[in-house]
């Protein structure tokens, strides 16, 4: 199983008998590239065409994050699976809007079961989310009768607003979480989810590279905004079983708190020590396997998103219907 | 599976080709595990990688005087790893 790289410290990223080497002026290491799967680039790095070049052949994606730890772009190196015919029945399924329509619903329908299926979590542990529990359940029932995509956001996002209004109750820390804010992130809880959800969404972009989809072509998000948005889809799904759980497991066991974060400007940011211990904890997760129950095998997190890919590419080449991924343990 | 390769190239025979063979196993080897001392490499690799690292050093080493060992475990928990003298961690994934 390939490994994820992460590169904080400066330096630069070399291509060295024909593996990687990563050099400054204290150290210099080698990374065995038959192992990397992508690389992410947190410290000042600098590498040159050659390495480019490299990293290309060995289909290696790099994501790049800035100063301030958020998303900047990834190094998506050229598709090297093409399918014209796959890509063509991809634009068909965007731009007839019936089509469009199921597979959106589907996105939103496996992310809000997975949503609740947290809450009856705690629930079962004594803190009472019957109230919340409910009203969503009643909003997931809506979500087979809206006629246009703009409607199932709505739906999602009033889903979401009951969500993270639970947070408070099950979280042992004073996070003070009252909306969710992006660009930029006003609170500390904030920031740390938008830092956790655009690891999912990287992640989902390099499986998505091994697959024949066009990460450009979306079904619920909007494909024109100069982004992969079909990451974003997939990402939906993910977010509550493995970002929002690492999320609860990180804070309850006091392991980020409100001491994690320093404050710049109008920016919160995340220590680099902070963001390190994240990393840490978001690989071990993506390594967890679990007993699949169609594969009959155990399977990674990280195969979880690469399988929503293929069944997606499935859905498409009409062979069979797709389903979204929803937890069932 | 989780391996440990070691190996020993012959080079009192002749220095030069010995020499050769030492290097280009060393390039090899560090594309595909992690180099954790001199000639020993430690990592996880799958059965198909194994194979391939066994065919590129196969075009190398002679096998009447240069040999290579590999330790396999399916899981790295059943290696307990202990450190004497400095302790480094050089299969880690963060820089």
Redesign the interface.
């Known amino acids: 199983?390939k490994?994820?790289?992460?590169?904080?410290?400066n330096g630069e990223l070399k291509r060295r008998?024909?593996?990687l080497i990563?050099k400054n002026t204290r150290t210099s290491?080698?990374i065995?590239?038959?192992?990397v799967n992508q690389i992410y680039v947190f410290g000042e790095i600098s590498f040159n065409s050659k390495l480019t070049n490299f990293l290309f052949q060995n289909n290696i994606t790099v994501h790049f994050f800035n100063y301030y730890g958020y998303y900047s772009g990834s190094f998506y190196p050229r598709e090297n699976l093409l399918s014209g015919d796959v890509h063509l029945k991809q634009a068909v399924n965007h731009l007839n809007f019936h089509k469009r329509l199921l597979i959106a619903k589907e996105f939103i329908n496996s992310a809000s079961f997975n949503i609740s299926r947290n809450l009856k979590y705690y629930n079962r542990k004594g803190i009472t989310l019957e109230f919340q529990i409910k009203e969503i359940d009643f909003l997931r029932k809506k979500i087979n009768n809206v006629n246009s995509i703009e409607e199932l956001m709505g739906i999602e996002g009033n889903i979401r607003k009951i969500y993270y209004s639970t947070w408070d109750f099950f979280i042992n820390q004073n996070i003070n979480f009252k909306k969710r804010e992006k660009h930029p992130p006003k609170n500390w809880i904030n920031s740390l989810i938008s830092f956790i959800n655009s690891l999912i969404y990287t992640t989902t972009l390099t499986e998505i590279y091994h697959t024949h989809l066009d990460p450009t072509i979306s079904f619920l998000h909007s494909p024109s905004e100069r982004r992969y948005s079909l990451s974003l889809d997939i990402s939906e799904i993910f977010k509550p079983i493995v970002g929002d759980r690492l999320i609860f497991s990180l804070l309850n066991k006091n392991m980020i708190t409100h001491e994690s974060f320093i404050e710049e400007f109008n920016h919160i940011i995340l220590k680099d020590s902070a963001k390190?211990i994240i990393?840490?904890e978001f690989?071990e997760r993506l390594k967890q396997t679990i007993k699949h129950k169609k594969l009959n095998k155990k399977v990674s997190y990280r195969r979880l998103f690469r399988l929503e890919c293929y069944k997606l590419e499935k859905h498409v080449t009409e062979d069979t219907k797709y389903e979204g991924f929803k937890i069932w343990w | 599976m989780y391996v440990i390769l070691i190996y020993d190239i012959n080079i009192e025979e002749d220095n030069k080709k010995g020499q050769r063979i030492l290097n280009n196993s060393f390039k090899i080897c560090k594309k595909y595990l992690n180099h954790v001392q001199k000639s020993v490499f430690e990592g996880e690799i799958d059965k198909a990688q194994l194979e391939k690292l066994h065919a590129e050093l196969n075009r190398y080493i002679r096998k009447d005087l240069d040999s290579v060992i590999i330790f396999k475990s399916n899981n790295p928990r059943w290696l307990m790893k202990d450190f004497w003298g400095i302790k480094e961690d050089k299969t880690s994934n963060f820089f």
Do not use: A, C, G, Q
Request: hydrophobic share 25%; net charge neutral; aromatic share 18%.
């Open positions: 199983m490994r994820s790289y992460y590169l904080f410290s008998d024909n593996s990563i290491k080698y065995p590239v038959e192992d390190k990393l840490k690989d």
